[in-house]
């Protein structure tokens, strides 16, 4: 069973306007984190956000929001006032255990290429 | 900070040579660094883990005799492909992270293989 999924392969905006990217994950550890990077077409991978499985409140760095439902299994990334440049592709990625035991492994999803329109 | 490089950038070969591929993390130690390879419009996949001054551990699936990893000191890791077919040409990507109780990794800016 996939351990990420991201089920939008594409997905377009409007410059300015806001735009939510899916991630659902699976796994029966109690403890976990959540990550979002962006890889533009460089191929830099780009550390957005982080949401640990404890954490009471949703992560945010300026205008990236994650909208983590821990019911739900989900952790969806929330991009405001959308700029040309965040056109990119974006995965979502998980850390299963505890970081200093599990050694970070980190399972990505497949990903969403974002497209940002002017 | 928290910057890692990568050597190089780019990388066109013979089939049948190796090619040896550098990880460094610039400004921070780090115990453990990652090596990723992603073929295109894919995601990301883990080749294995690499443990400063001990072997590395390795994905199901990945040949470890194909797929050496050295990892010297806290600073530098070095995979290289060796016997390169052209069903290797991919983006190699290394991670690497800091010591202490950190979750994040950082990403070098990735080496593209071409194996004529």
């Known amino acids: 069973a996939q351990k990420i999924t991201q089920t939008q392969p594409g997905m377009f905006v409007q410059e300015k306007e806001a735009v939510t990217l899916d991630c659902t994950y699976d796994?029966?550890?109690?403890?976990?984190?959540l990550f979002w990077y962006k890889q533009p077409s460089s191929g830099e991978m780009i550390f957005l956000i982080y949401q640990g499985s404890y954490d009471q409140q949703n992560a945010t760095e300026g205008r990236y929001s994650l909208n983590f439902q821990k019911a739900r299994k989900s952790a969806n990334l929330v991009i405001s006032a959308s700029q040309l440049g965040d056109s990119a592709m974006y995965f979502c990625a998980m850390r299963e255990g505890g970081g200093e035991t599990s050694g970070s492994r980190l399972t990505f999803g497949e990903g969403t290429q974002l497209t940002v329109n002017p | 900070g928290a910057v890692v490089s990568q050597h190089p950038s780019w990388v066109i070969c013979k089939s049948g040579t190796s090619v040896k591929i550098e990880c460094r993390s610039l400004?921070?130690?780090?115990?453990?660094m990652f090596w990723y390879r992603q073929f295109p419009k894919q995601s990301l996949m883990l080749m294995a883990t690499?443990?400063?001054?001990?072997?590395?551990?390795?994905e199901q699936g990945v040949e470890k005799d194909k797929f050496l990893i050295n990892h010297a000191s806290l600073t530098l890791s070095t995979l290289t492909v060796t016997s390169a077919h052209p069903e290797d040409s991919s983006f190699y990507i290394c991670?690497?992270?800091?010591?202490?109780?950190?979750?994040?990794?950082?990403f070098g800016p990735g080496t593209r293989l071409t194996v004529l």
């Open positions: 690499s443990n400063e001054g001990s072997k590395a551990t390795y």
């Open positions: 400004d921070f130690q780090a115990t453990t």
């Open positions: 796994t029966s550890d109690p403890s976990y984190g």
């Open positions: 991670s690497a992270r800091p010591l202490g109780p950190t979750d994040t990794q950082y």
